[in-house]
């Protein structure tokens, strides 16, 4: 949710029994600060903290070249000038600046994705008291969590919108579906086990215990809350949304992610060759997905589930969700036969 969520969202979901988080990822340190003590101030709940961890970008002169030259057609199509040179300072996903917040701060929880921060600043958080948590796309990489001292992990199935949590750059067709993620995932590790990627409603939790989950992790139903901080045309998109709406591409961010198909991202997926590291990409792709239609070129991040989301507050939502899963916990608890209808 980096960009998406808002001390109002977080506080809601805590306040209706969730475990409200703020997406840190690409949120400078001050905001991370003030937002973090808004919530704190509007709960008395735990919340959680989300952070990225990956490595400084690498500068390859020659992979930068190459990809200005192939995205210079774009640049000529909006009349944008020439792309812009790499900045690569001060862009790793989790330094020491950032575990300094955190040891001050001291969130009742923080989250990674991309993989979690070495060993020193794992155990300096643990002696602060903090619980964390990272995500995991394989059961390798759930495994080496729990090894690392993780004290729970979020299994990220290939349906969740946004980036996605493995440990490496991934290509775009590499993913495992929650379905088949969580139950392995389960068995694998003895912590507990949070499925990600395709909950939208009650029929998902239930779904996503049943497989072996302590827990969910929803991004995109959220989205359409009128705490989130969604931008309008992404709202009038997730009105419109349909379960082949998506597409993972890395042709973005340098890393692979779920988000809206568009011309230029389906253009990009058809030829394969090295791009500039995550976060360095959107350098030579911001401007183009700011300059372009959202048919044509667009980032607009969301997951399949999307078409059964609610335009609701998000205590209304956290409700209903809650509802929804105990009427199909009863119903199987039954042995009804006739599925349970959609929710409204």
């Not at 992990?153 to 590499?174: F, L, M």
């Not at 048919?295 to 997951?303: D, L, N, Q």
Request: hydrophobic share 40%; with cysteine; net charge neutral.
């Amino acid at each position: 949710m980096s960009l998406s969520s808002t001390p109002e969202l977080a506080i809601a979901v805590c306040q209706s029994g969730g475990l409200g988080s703020l997406g840190c990822g690409e949120t400078e340190l001050g905001k991370v600060r003030a937002e973090a003590l808004q919530v704190r101030a509007g709960t008395n709940r735990p919340f959680n903290l989300n952070f990225f961890v990956h490595p400084a970008p690498r500068a390859d002169p020659a992979v930068f070249s190459a990809s200005r030259e192939r995205l210079a057609p774009w640049y000529d199509k909006f009349g944008l000038g020439n792309p812009a040179d790499a900045k690569t300072d001060g862009r790793a996903g989790f330094d020491a600046a950032k575990l300094a917040l955190l040891l001050d701060l001291r969130p009742p929880v923080v989250s990674f994705h991309f993989g979690v921060p070495d060993d020193q600043a794992i155990a300096s958080l643990k002696a602060a008291g903090v619980k964390l948590i990272s995500s995991a796309s394989t059961v390798a990489e759930a495994v080496e969590l729990e090894r690392r001292g993780m004290d729970a992990i979020i299994a990220q199935g290939w349906e969740a919108g946004g980036h996605r949590g493995s440990h490496r750059p991934t290509a775009p067709w590499e993913g495992v579906g929650t379905m088949a993620l969580v139950p392995q995932v389960a068995n694998a590790v003895k912590v507990p086990v949070i499925a990600a990627g395709g909950v939208g409603d009650g029929r998902g939790i239930a779904a996503a215990f049943a497989l072996g989950a302590s827990g969910v992790q929803m991004g995109t139903a959220f989205l359409s809350c009128p705490e989130a901080a969604t931008d309008t045309v992404r709202r009038k998109l997730l009105r419109m949304a349909r379960d082949t709406d998506t597409i993972v591409t890395d042709s973005i961010s340098g890393r692979s992610a779920r988000c809206r198909r568009s011309r230029h991202a389906e253009a990009m997926e058809t030829t394969r060759k090295p791009l500039p590291d995550f976060p360095m990409m959107y350098d030579l792709t911001y401007p183009i997905i700011s300059a372009g239609f959202d048919e044509e070129a667009s980032f607009h991040i969301y997951g399949q589930i999307a078409a059964l989301n609610r335009e609701l507050p998000a205590t209304e939502l956290m409700g209903r969700l809650v509802e929804e899963a105990v009427a199909v916990f009863a119903t199987l608890s039954r042995g009804r036969p006739d599925p349970m209808p959609p929710p409204a």
